[in-house]
């Protein structure tokens, strides 16, 4: 007897769930191996961190957190950590573009638009590419790989979601990096990041512009 797979379990939708948990687990881990070996860190070379800003490109793609990678780095760098981080974070974008393409983006493409609420999803991001691109960056909350996913396999020029990444992950980056290097214990700033009660106002303003400058893009292309 054959196990019924639901339709809903599809290619997408797995990689989309994967993109959601996988950094929640990565976070843990990476949380555990900075706390334990924080002195060993702290005496890593310039190309040692050379190194892990290749691979954390590669990794933020799907596994780690840029937000997670910035309060690290932050930590260890200071606003050194910078320029690493936005090679991080377009590298990230970068990977999941290859990787969409290899994979065969219009075979994607073709399966997501048969579902017309998908469609609908796909063509106000295309009507609006830049604009929405900026504001789904610009929140905390939506997990860093999932719009990326979600941004390449909509047909999204890739200079769009480039521009728009830049533009929207600036202000949560130097954020980030701020608190990190503000942090005396890299145990207290993980675990509770937000500490600060000006860094909880900026996040939960960037959360609110977030969620306005989206909902007025979906409302202006329903007209």
């Known amino acids: 007897m054959k196990l019924a797979i639901p ?3 599809t290619g997408p939708a797995l990689a989309g769930l994967a993109l ?13 191996y900075a706390v334990v ?38 930590y ?11 090679v991080i974070n377009f590298g990230g974008i970068l990977f999941i573009n290859m990787l969409v393409r290899w994979l065969d983006h ?5 399966f997501i638009r048969r579902n017309p609420k998908a469609q609908s999803v796909l063509d106000r ?6 604009e929405v691109i900026f504001f789904a960056k610009l929140s905390p909350i939506l997990p860093f790989g999932l719009t990326n ?20 992950m600036t202000p949560r980056t130097i954020l980030a990096i701020w608190s990190g290097h503000e942090a ?19 996040i939960v303003g960037l959360i609110v512009v977030s969620i306005a400058g989206l909902w007025q893009v979906i409302q202006r292309s329903l007209k």
């Open 125 to 130: 991001i295309l009507n609006n590419e830049l």
């Open 184 to 202: 005396r214990e890299i145990r207290t700033l993980l675990e509770n990041p937000n500490q600060s009660s000006w860094t909880q106002i900026v």
């Open 20 to 32: 959601s948990v996988t950094p929640i687990v990565f976070t843990s881990l990476l949380t555990y």
């Open 149 to 168: 996913l979600l941004f390449a396999l909509s047909g999204a020029k890739l200079k769009n979601i480039l521009l728009g990444g830049f533009l929207g």
């Open 37 to 74: 070996h924080e002195a060993a860190i702290a005496g890593f070379t310039a190309w040692q961190w050379a190194g892990i800003t290749v691979a954390c490109a590669i990794t933020s793609a799907g596994l780690t957190p840029p937000t997670m990678l910035a309060l690290i780095f932050g």
């Open 76 to 86: 260890f760098l200071g606003w050194q950590a910078v320029v690493p981080l936005f």
């Open 106 to 110: 219009e075979r994607f493409l073709a």
């Open 7 to 9: 339709k809903s379990l």
